[in-house]
């Protein structure tokens, strides 16, 4: 009898219980929404802070003196084959050391700086504007017959949990696309220093 005189007070809460879990599901739901609109409007002012920031580094180093027609102020000299650089701020402190071998690029950041794979830009430009369309095009042209596929070029970000050990880039191709990687990835690792610098 006790059990007959029980059910209706467990199906009450039962119902209720169903209802709060519907409750939860609505709002779980909507709160991912949210959270996905915000994560897209964040990586859009994203880019457009990269976009601009680089747009002006552009500028400085390389528009030419007026009335010259001279080089760059600021020239890479050519990468040799198995030569370890470092990559250095404006001011001359330490960034990362840069190994190259005859397909293979290592960029190991230097002892006294440590570097996340969260702080900018290194998501949304070194990976996203520079690497990855190196990639996309290489994978265009292995589909097309210009470079066979194990031409294409290849990268890992080395980390221990966010924070970044190295960088490999196997492929990178000529002189000119090896000079692009290494003055994006100063003038990158560059950015996260002087980030690292504000926040302490």
Do not use: C, H
């Amino acid at each position: 009898m006790a059990r007959v005189e029980g059910e209706p007070i467990e199906e009450e809460i039962i119902k209720k219980l169903m209802e709060l879990r519907s409750y939860l599901e609505t709002k779980i739901a909507e709160l991912e929404t949210e959270t996905e609109k915000l994560r897209s409007l964040f990586q859009i002012i994203d880019e457009v802070i990269i976009t601009k920031s680089f747009q002006r580094a552009e500028v400085v180093v390389q528009a030419p003196p007026p009335k010259a027609l001279k080089p760059p102020v600021e020239q890479v000299p050519p990468v040799i084959r198995g030569e370890e650089r470092p990559l250095k701020t404006a001011a001359g402190v330490p960034l990362a050391n840069l190994y190259v071998s005859e397909d293979e690029l290592r960029i190991v950041p230097a002892e006294n700086v440590t570097f996340t794979t969260t702080t900018m830009p290194f998501q949304a430009f070194l990976i996203r504007r520079i690497l990855e369309p190196m990639q996309l095009k290489d994978k265009e042209d292995a589909k097309t017959g210009a470079m066979t596929p194990d031409r294409v070029l290849s990268f890992d970000v080395v980390t221990d949990g966010d924070l970044i050990k190295e960088i490999i880039i196997r492929n990178y191709g000529d002189q000119r696309r090896l000079r692009e990687i290494m003055t994006s990835a100063r003038w990158t690792f560059e950015k996260m220093y002087e980030k690292g610098l504000v926040s302490t």
